[in-house]
């Protein structure tokens, strides 16, 4: 499949761990998965912040951020996502200011409203407040990043007076910004306003028209704003998993990927949970309904391959939703059938080793033959006797 630019590929970590975990060692799990990443050649990974519900432990990705780019080398480390109206815009600003210095350069902040009910409960912040916060909060956090001088008061939240920040981006283009989308339209309204990038995570159910709508929406928003948008900057989070086959995908992935909707997303946080086969066949039914992409790496090519139809018009990065439902053995080998198989398919660079075999394959008679042809000549111009046959191949005599 031919695309018009290179997909990006990252990891959505929010990250998600059973309660009855050690929280110490899932958190070093978390590190080691995104060395496994960068190593693998991934180009991002989003880190969330949640403060209850116990399946999520990183409360600051930021901090997360700062040491986890002591331990890579080239992987992007964004924000996934800071919940903005948990946070001084300015202090937001200059902390990612500071983390794109240690990293240099390689720091992304994602933002969103706060979508987790259980935090907000605990602040006491009636949800309805949180989007107009995210939509005022962000716009003071660009103009901070551009190097603006602000003054803004917003009440019973934050004042501001002639603030600035002493530290401009590390890379002349700035830092990367992007905006979570979930189940609402509000989402890509906000991010449309403000020309910022797309994280869409509408991981938990299937994937299809959403992408376009989603993204249309935002587009509207950006005109309507004078803004532009780049469907580069559009991300869109899914479940996939890549195995031998779809039955060993699904094998490995059905008990925990149960035990986390029947636990997490509806024991914990109150979502619809529908199903009522048995266990060991929910993630084929994830599949089959669409919610999940997993199987061989063809299967999960020919996927993605259908998601990007679907978005009418491309996007450009798919992040995988961060899990342990498989044994960290199997989880390594997802991630690496993906890195070698998939990948390179929405890359390009397939294209230019497949191109070189081609004509090699092509010309292989002809270029055998003008080297047992040039064989015989030395062999004649030494004053010897050309075999009939050289390196298997008749040669004049």
């Known amino acids: 499949m031919q695309l018009p630019w290179r997909l990006k590929f990252g990891l959505f970590m929010a990250p998600y761990h059973p309660v009855n975990d050690s929280m110490t060692l899932t958190i070093r799990r978390d590190i080691r998965t995104i060395q496994w990443l960068d190593e693998l050649g991934y180009d991002e990974v989003f880190i969330g912040e949640h403060h209850s519900g116990g399946w999520e432990p990183i409360s600051s990705p930021e901090v997360f951020i700062a040491h986890v780019a002591q331990e890579t080398e080239s992987i992007k480390l964004g924000t996934g996502v800071v919940s903005m109206g948990y946070h001084s815009p300015y202090m937001l600003a200059e902390r990612i200011l500071l983390l794109d210095h240690l990293t240099r350069g390689r720091v992304m902040l994602g933002v969103g409203p706060g979508a987790t009910a259980p935090d907000n409960a605990q602040f006491g912040f009636d949800a309805t407040e949180l989007r107009p916060r995210l939509d005022e909060g962000?716009?003071?956090?660009?103009?901070?990043?551009?190097g603006e001088e602000v003054t803004h008061t917003s009440p019973g939240w934050f004042t501001l007076k002639n603030a600035s920040c002493q530290l401009q981006?590390?890379?002349?283009?700035?830092?990367?910004?992007?905006?979570?989308?979930?189940?609402?339209?509000?989402?890509?309204?906000?991010?449309?306003?403000?020309?910022?990038?797309?994280?869409?995570?509408?991981?938990?159910?299937?994937?299809?028209?959403?992408?376009?709508?989603?993204?249309?929406?935002?587009?509207?928003?950006?005109a309507q704003n004078g803004k532009t948008l780049s469907r580069r900057d559009y991300r869109v989070m899914t479940r996939i998993y890549v195995a031998e086959s779809r039955e060993q995908a699904c094998k490995d992935m059905t008990r925990g990927l149960y035990q986390f909707d029947r636990d997490y997303i509806s024991g914990t946080l109150g979502r619809p949970f529908t199903y009522e086969g048995p266990p060991e066949d929910y993630a084929k039914w994830c599949v089959e309904n669409g919610s999940a992409l997993f199987g061989s790496p063809e299967e999960v090519t020919a996927s993605l391959e259908r998601l990007w139809e679907s978005s009418n018009g491309g996007i450009g990065g798919i992040l995988l939703m961060g899990n342990e439902f498989a044994s960290p053995e199997r989880m390594r080998n997802h991630y690496e059938l993906l890195a070698r198989y998939v990948m390179p398919h929405f890359q390009g660079s397939f294209e230019r080793p497949m191109r070189s075999h081609s004509r090699a394959v092509t010309e292989r008679v002809v270029n055998n033959q003008n080297e047992a042809n040039a064989t015989a000549a030395a062999i004649r111009a030494a004053g010897g006797e050309v075999p009939p046959t050289i390196l298997g191949t008749s040669v004049e005599q």
């Open 169 to 222: 981006p590390y890379h002349e283009e700035g830092i990367p910004v992007f905006l979570a989308t979930t189940s609402s339209p509000g989402g890509a309204v906000i991010a449309g306003k403000h020309g910022v990038g797309i994280l869409s995570g509408g991981s938990f159910q299937p994937l299809g028209p959403g992408l376009k709508s989603t993204w249309d929406t935002a587009v509207d928003s950006a």
């Open 138 to 146: 962000l716009g003071v956090v660009l103009r901070l990043l551009r």
